[in-house]
């Protein structure tokens, strides 16, 4: 399966589970990407990431030149069936990394010269192995920008899902066998590699975002609770894991593996800030993050500046931004 079909398949399967836990969830989370396209310049162009079918995203307050960009064939359908709106649309893969994924896995599961699968265990080792020379490279999401200049951008729900595509991309082309080593007291070295590959893509697209000079309103994933333990939320503070309260030890997994937004984005200043947690289904508990970023909070640098091998100059535009013009 390639990654169009496996996000077509997770969304489908997104959209079909029971939602009559969402309710709090998504108000919070359409009142801050309301806030987000409310507050955005309506004479410049506005770019939705992971803009899905549009469940999280109150489209009737975007302005007329916003994009939706999402990897599923069908979200810009769902979106007009949803919203009763046809609206711009890039189709694909925003990190830039995936398709060399797929294309990496499938060596490593075919014998060369052959059509022969090679024993599960061997690939999963192989593809470990070659998994460190992958650098996504979000240059797609880079020259979208460069060539819009957005002057907003939301990223709706995605970044902390970019993980459990790959795991299921590696399961689905390694199907009926098992990628990981199922054995918790031995090291799984691919699930570690792959771990360690989403967080390059997350470096890459996030790197992207803080570059751009948009406003960033970013809703995320910021944990993933596992078991029916009694969860409470403390005050808001910097590091997550602080404000969890439970009686029991808790099982905790990180969705964005080597990414701490509020540390990657501290240039910006910020415009909003808030954690929740919601209830995705049995035994699944998510600690939302939601981060609004508005320009970079640095002094303008004086003289030229060299940005992607052109001599630029820096300098403030009308709503603050800092952007580059050739010198
Ligand atoms: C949890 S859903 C977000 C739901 C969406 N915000 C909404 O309002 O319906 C994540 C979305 O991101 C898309 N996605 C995941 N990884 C992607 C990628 N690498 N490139 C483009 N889209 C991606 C999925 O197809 C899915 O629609």
Known sequence: MNVKGLL????????RRNRSEWKDHL???RSFFGEGLRRADPA????ILGAGTGLEIPWALAP???TGWDGDPWSRLGTALRHRRWVPWVFGDFTGGFPELETTLQRCLTLPGTLQRRPAERAALRLAGLLPSLTPDAEALQAWIALHQPGTILVANVLGQLGSVADRLVEAAFRPAQPWV???????HLA?????????ALQAVCGVLRDSGADLWLLHDRAVIHGNDAVELGPLEEAWAGQLRSAAPLEVGDPLPGL??????RDRSRLAFNRWLWPVGEGQLHLMEALALGPSARPVPEGPERFEGLILEAHS?????LAFRRA
Do not use: K
Request: cysteine-free; charged content about 30%; aromatic content about 8%.
């Open 27 to 29: 108000g919070r989370a």
């Open 260 to 265: 701490d937004a509020l540390d990657f984005f």
């Open 317 to 321: 535009n009308t709503s603050g931004h």
């Open 182 to 188: 199922s054995d918790p007291d031995h090291p799984d």
């Open 8 to 15: 077509a398949r997770e969304q489908r399967a997104y959209l």
């Open 64 to 66: 007329p030149m916003t």
């Open 44 to 47: 410049r162009p506005v770019l």
């Open 192 to 200: 570690e590699a792959l771990d360690a590959w989403t967080a390059r």
